[in-house]
T-cell receptor, first 117, second 117 residues
Framework: GDSVTQMEGPVTLSEEAFLTINCTYT??????LFWYVQYPGEGLQLLLK?????DKGSNKGFEATYRKETTSFHLEKGSVQVSDSAVYFC????????????????FGQGTILTVHP | EAGVAQSPRYKIIEKRQSVAFWCNPI?????LYWYQQILGQGPKLLIQ????????DSQLPKDRFSAERLKGVDSTLKIQPAKLEDSAVYLC???????????????FGPGTRLTVL
């Protein structure tokens, strides 16, 4: 079945450091890929997405590129801020058989990011 | 645009009691999802509705969990009787569905945190 594997956490960085959170996936067919973020005390929010190979999703200084050859969708940011402290989830979604509906999101286990001043 | 609404935000019950959660999706969204998020894990789909029909309930423990979406809008998720392992955050999400294409985005509510004692 479909699965998403994220790098082990938690990740602790100093402000302005470079961030990479690794994400690899296993899926049949051709999924769309997503990064969601969950800030403390808040719900899940879409951070960025990519729907086909070599697409780059970007938002709020974060980027991730859909790499079909390595089945990866790593999240990067050049200079993190304290306000980026949150839990980050990588996820995939594909069409159900028969094309009648887009299916569920399959999530990774999440990576806790803490950024210190 | 109003987001996905859920209530209650918190619920504490004893094992073997029953509980119900309510979700109001974003207006016009055909697809509604219920996810269970256990502490330290990514969300996992319990049930997906397309309008008022069930698309996927393969991971729903049907001996104790039930869900309905009357008139293709609001939805309720019920647990009866609850077990200790049901302690989790229950997330409701909605999306346009097929009308959104490959970039169809699921928008999440704030969740209901359930504690079973």
């Amino acid at each position: 079945g479909d699965s998403v594997t994220q790098m082990e956490g938690p990740v602790t960085l100093s402000e302005e450091a470079f961030l990479t959170i690794n994400c690899t996936y296993t899926a049949t067919g051709y999924p769309s890929l997503f990064w969601y973020v969950q800030y403390p005390g808040e719900g899940l929010q879409l951070l960025l997405k990519a729907t086909k190979a070599d697409d780059k999703g970007s938002n709020k200084g974060f980027e991730a590129t859909y790499r079909k050859e390595t089945t990866s969708f790593h999240l990067e940011k050049g200079s993190v801020q304290v306000s980026d402290s949150a839990v980050y989830f990588c996820a995939l979604r594909r069409l159900y058989a028969g094309g009648t509906s887009y299916g569920k999101l399959t999530f990774g286990q999440g990576t806790i990011l803490t950024v210190h001043p | 645009e109003a987001g996905v609404a859920q209530s209650p935000r918190y619920k504490i019950i004893e094992k073997r009691q029953s509980v119900a959660f309510w979700c109001n999706p974003i207006s016009g969204h055909a697809t509604l999802y219920w996810y269970q998020q256990i502490l330290g894990q990514g969300p996992k789909l319990l049930i997906q509705f397309q309008n008022n029909g069930v698309v996927d309930d393969s991971q729903l423990p049907k001996d104790r969990f039930s869900a309905e979406r009357l008139k293709g809008v609001d939805s309720t998720l019920k647990i009866q009787p609850a077990k200790l392992e049901d302690s989790a955050v229950y997330l409701c999400a909605s999306s346009l569905g097929l009308a959104g294409g490959r970039a169809d985005t699921q928008y999440f509510g704030p969740g209901t945190r359930l504690t079973v004692l």
